[in-house]
């Protein structure tokens, strides 16, 4: 097993006890999201409410004392281990002192306090208030394991929606999509494949029930072939349930859009802003199905 055997699962997180974690001795910079500096308040405008694309220079060493906080001493070995830990999940052979992070350094290793050793709390909540507080273009994931890139709100919502609402199988391809594409790490094909594969797990069960070896073209070709028998919630012009022909131009968007069969000539990457667009019309895709959008007539 590895130096960290209990504690190297998302799952499997383990808190430090208050009194081996090393307190700052001036007071926490969180907690003041109503306040707005004076200059602000004579010129009669609200909070800066910019988000910035990564970290900004003034969030830089609030954050090191964020992670000092992290620290435990050495009195079980405690701080050995969570060294051990770091290095080992960073693939790095010395870490050195936050004072000396780096703005990748410093997100890596506040991901992987969040991954593999800190439980939902005080110092979590705190990390999410310096992080929304300072504008930053990363913020704590729903799952509370990790860092992930700021959206606009009602779009992670939507996805979460999607998510809660669908089959487990579905609700996981959905999951990694959303991680490899907001993660620390993107993963642009992985990404667009996983989006696809969450909208194959909710629709070849409805669409093509009785084909083992169903994709999301076995899809798109049945419910066009059978588009008589498919009706939609929503209603056309003349107020009858309009038919699939608009869905099935949305699966055809996200099977075409796809980059397949390596070796081909048209055989290539998926784009960041590829895989981003797949993924939230997957979780559009997923909630129509889920809650009966697509219907038998």
């Given at each position: 097993m590895g130096p960290d055997s209990d504690r190297a699962r998302p799952d499997c997180p383990v808190i430090l006890s208050p009194s081996h974690v090393r307190r700052r001795s001036v007071p926490a910079v969180t907690g003041i999201s109503a306040w707005v500096p004076l200059s602000r308040r004579v010129a009669g405008v609200g909070p800066d409410t910019t988000v910035h694309d990564g970290l900004p220079p003034y969030l830089h060493g609030v954050?090191?004392?964020?992670?000092?906080?992290?620290?435990?001493d050495d009195r079980y070995?405690?701080?050995?281990?969570?060294?051990?830990?770091?290095?080992?999940?960073?693939?790095?052979?010395?870490?050195?002192?936050p004072i000396k992070f780096t703005d990748e350094q410093l997100l890596d290793v506040i991901d992987a306090l969040l991954a593999h050793w800190l439980e939902p709390g005080h110092l979590v909540n705190e990390l999410n208030d310096l992080l929304t507080n300072g504008g930053a273009g990363w913020r704590i994931n729903a799952d509370q394991n990790g860092l992930e890139r700021r959206v606009e709100a009602t779009v992670t919502t939507a996805v979460v929606t999607a998510v809660r609402t669908t089959t487990s199988d579905t609700a996981?391809?959905?999951?990694?999509?959303?991680d490899a594409a907001y993660g620390r790490n993107p993963d642009p094909d992985k990404a667009y494949d996983e989006a696809v594969l969450a909208v194959e797990a909710i629709a070849c069960p409805l669409i093509c029930p009785n084909n083992p070896r169903r994709t999301l073209g076995t899809v798109i070709a049945d419910l066009s072939n059978q588009a008589a028998q498919w009706a939609m919630v929503i209603s056309d012009s003349s107020g009858q349930p309009a038919s699939?022909?608009?869905?099935?131009?949305?699966?055809?968007?996200?099977w075409q859009g796809q980059s397949r069969h390596a070796g081909s000539p048209n055989s290539r990457r998926q784009?960041?802003?590829?895989?981003?667009?797949?993924?939230h019309l997957a979780a559009t895709l997923v909630q129509w199905f889920s809650s009966g959008v697509l219907y038998r007539r």
């Open positions: 954050l090191q004392d964020w992670v000092n906080d992290c620290y435990p070995g405690e701080w050995t281990r969570l060294r051990n830990i770091l290095q080992y999940r960073l693939r790095i052979d010395d870490l050195p002192p996981d391809h959905l999951r990694i999509a959303w699939p022909d608009r869905l099935i131009e949305m699966l055809k968007l996200l784009t960041q802003a590829e895989a981003e667009a797949a993924v």
